[in-house]
C-alpha cells in the first residue's frame, strides 16, 4: 500500500505539469538565481515490515534530521522543470521501551531484539538505535512559476543512495527488578555489523516557497540477510532555498 501511494504522489508531477497554461519559458532569464542551496529536513521516522515481537516495543517519537547541499540545473527549453543534486548526511533514531538490544552480539546473523519486563534485572528503561549515512540525493523538480520561487507551487521527485557512517544503541538509565533506578549513566555501543552498509531511498517533496511536506521511503533492505526485511520511511517538513 505505501508503495502504490508513493507511486501515485510521484506521478501526480506529471500530471500537474501538463495541465499548465502554455507559456514560452525557454524566453525565462534565471542567470540571477542562485543555483546552489540547503536543504534541511526534519522527519517523523518509522520502520515498514517491522514485525509484532519489535514493534510492539517501540514508543516515543522516533525522528530524523537531513542536510544536504544541493546544486539545481533548470533545463534551458523550460525551466520549470530542473535536475538538482546533492551531497550530505541523513541520520534515523529510533526509540524503544522493554526490549534490549545488543550490537555487540556474537554468534547470530540478525540483530537480537530481547524482550524484558519490569521484573527483569538490570535493564535499561529505554533505547534508541541511531543509524547515518553519507548520501547523494538526486531530484527531478517542478516549479510552477520558476521566476518567482519563494511565491510558488513546487514538486519533487528523487531517489538518494547512501553509504552507513554510524549505526549505534543508546541505552538509558539502568532498572532494578522492582523498579529502583540502578546507575542514571548511559550505555552505548556502535557497530555496523547486522546492518546493510549502503541503502537506496524513493524521495518526493510538494511545497511552497522555502517549505514542503516530503517522504522518503528505502528501497533496500536496513538489516543484512538473516533478519527482518525492515525498512526505513520517513515523513516530515522540508526547508529549502529552491
Same mark, same amino acid.
Given at each position: 500500500?505505501?508503495?502504490? $501511494?508513493? =507511486?501515485?504522489?510521484? @506521478? ?8 499548465? &497554461?502554455?507559456?514560452? %519559458?525557454?524566453?525565462? !532569464? @534565471?542567470? !540571477? #538565481? ?19 515481537? $519489535? ?11 537531513? $542536510? ?17 543534486? +546533492? ?9 524503544? #521501551?522493554?526490549?534490549?538490544?545488543? *550490537? ?24 534508541? *538505535?541511531?543509524?547515518?549515512? *553519507?548520501?547523494?540525493?538526486?531530484? =527531478? ?7 518567482? #520561487?519563494?511565491?510558488? %507551487?513546487? @514538486? ?5 543512495? +547512501? &553509504?552507513?557512517?554510524?549505526?549505534? /544503541?543508546?541505552?538509558?538509565?539502568? @532498572? ?7 546507575? &542514571? ?17 524513493? /524521495? ?13 521511503? #528505502?528501497? &533496500? ?15 516530515? *517538513?522540508?526547508?529549502?532555498? =529552491?
Amino acid at each position: 500500500m505505501k508503495k502504490i $501511494i508513493f =507511486l501515485a504522489l510521484s @506521478l501526480s508531477i506529471l500530471t500537474v505539469a501538463f495541465s499548465q &497554461t502554455k507559456k514560452d %519559458w525557454s524566453k525565462v !532569464n @534565471l542567470s !540571477n #538565481q542562485a543555483a546552489d542551496h540547503f536543504m534541511v529536513q526534519l522527519s517523523s521516522d518509522h520502520w515498514a515490515n517491522m514485525p509484532d515481537s $519489535i514493534s510492539s516495543h517501540q514508543s516515543g517519537f522516533s525522528r530524523g534530521l537531513n $542536510i544536504y547541499v544541493m546544486i539545481n540545473k533548470p533545463f534551458k527549453t523550460d525551466p520549470r522543470w530542473s535536475v538538482a543534486f +546533492g551531497i550530505g548526511v541523513g541520520s534515523s533514531n529510533i526509540f524503544f #521501551q522493554g526490549v534490549d538490544i545488543k *550490537l555487540n552480539q556474537t554468534g547470530t546473523t540478525s540483530l537480537p531484539f530481547t524482550n524484558v519486563d519490569s521484573s527483569s534485572s538490570g535493564h535499561f528503561k529505554k533505547y534508541k *538505535l541511531a543509524t547515518s549515512f *553519507l548520501e547523494i540525493p538526486i531530484e =527531478l523538480r517542478y516549479t510552477f512559476n520558476p521566476e518567482k #520561487q519563494r511565491k510558488s %507551487w513546487k @514538486l519533487a521527485l528523487g531517489i538518494k543512495a +547512501g &553509504t552507513m557512517l554510524d549505526a549505534h /544503541t543508546k541505552g538509558k538509565t539502568l @532498572l532494578a527488578a522492582n523498579g529502583n533506578v540502578i546507575n &542514571t549513566y548511559t550505555e552505548k555501543i556502535s557497530s555496523t555489523t547486522f546492518f546493510n552498509t549502503s541503502r537506496l531511498c524513493g /524521495t518526493f517533496r510538494v511545497g511552497y516557497g522555502n517549505f514542503s511536506l516530503f517522504t522518503s521511503y #528505502q528501497l &533496500t533492505s536496513m538489516f543484512k540477510t538473516g533478519g527482518a526485511d525492515i525498512k526505513t520511511y520517513q515523513v516530515g *517538513l522540508c526547508i529549502s532555498g =529552491l
